[in-house]
């Protein structure tokens, strides 16, 4: 399974971003996605999970509220919906899958 993450970049507090995580491969044995982040000098962190056959998703406690994370299992395309986006959101964003599965990340940052 290979995983590619796009659609960050640099957006002004407040603002609005779409992530995307393409999945190839044996996607059949993907059960369950994820968006993690990892911000300078700190440790990469969960930020969302989905179970791709219910939908089922949980969520840091950080990002509730304002981020969603969906997916197109038609398109095997995983999404995540960031909205009121803060300074603390800055991190490289990457989709995971398991067994250790990691996606090349996006770099989101929020300044003004």
């Known amino acids: 399974v290979q995983l590619q993450a796009s659609g960050g970049g640099l957006v002004q507090p407040g603002g609005s971003l779409r992530l995307s995580c393409a999945a190839s491969?044996?996607?059949?044995?993907?059960?369950?996605m994820g968006w993690y982040r990892q911000a300078p000098g700190k440790q990469r962190e969960l930020v969302a999970l989905?179970?791709?056959?219910?939908?089922?998703?949980t969520y840091a406690d950080s990002v509730k509220g304002r981020f969603t994370i969906s997916r197109d299992n038609a398109k095997n395309l995983v999404y995540l919906q960031m909205i009121s986006l803060k300074p603390e959101d800055t991190a490289v964003y990457y989709c995971?899958?398991?067994?250790?599965?990691w996606g090349k990340g996006t770099q989101v940052t929020v300044s003004s």
């Open positions: 995971n899958a398991p067994g250790g599965i």
């Open positions: 491969g044996n996607i059949l044995s993907i059960n369950v």
């Open positions: 989905i179970i791709t056959s219910s939908g089922k998703t």
